[in-house]
């Protein structure tokens, strides 16, 4: 129950716009059990908060690690986001086309727009 309270803790401070306190909330969730049942959301959700704060290098680590637990489409759609971001344009269009196949609609408007 702890982890999943500082995972709660850490979508709260992301809410208010903290997204170092998140991160580092996220981290305490990860370190006390690495394999909790929300881990793959622990991981994507700190990686939307390395996103948005502007490290698209270390939020696509966290977006691998959620994905080697549990592929998703939302996260393959975000890593592909943050992939657009550092400039990995074959990249993003790998997870786009991958989170269209798994029934993202975003995903389908990312292709249209930046991959030819």
């Given at each position: 129950a702890a982890a999943e309270a500082y995972c709660i803790?850490?979508?709260a401070e992301q809410a208010v716009g903290d997204f170092r306190s998140a991160i580092r909330e996220y981290g305490k969730a990860?370190?006390?059990?690495?394999?909790h049942s929300a881990i793959n959301l622990t991981?994507?959700?700190r990686g939307n908060a390395?996103?948005?704060?502007?490290?698209?290098?270390?939020?696509?680590?966290?977006?691998?690690k959620s994905i080697e637990i549990t592929p998703d489409a939302i996260v393959y759609l975000k890593r592909g986001i943050s992939k657009m971001n550092i400039v990995d344009r074959k990249g993003a269009c790998l997870d786009w086309n991958k989170a269209?196949?798994?029934g993202n609609q975003q995903a389908d408007e990312m292709i249209r727009k930046y991959c030819k």
């Open positions: 803790q850490g979508r990860i370190d006390i059990n690495p394999h991981y994507y959700y390395k996103s948005e704060s502007g490290n698209d290098a270390a939020a696509i680590l966290d977006y691998n269209k196949g798994m």
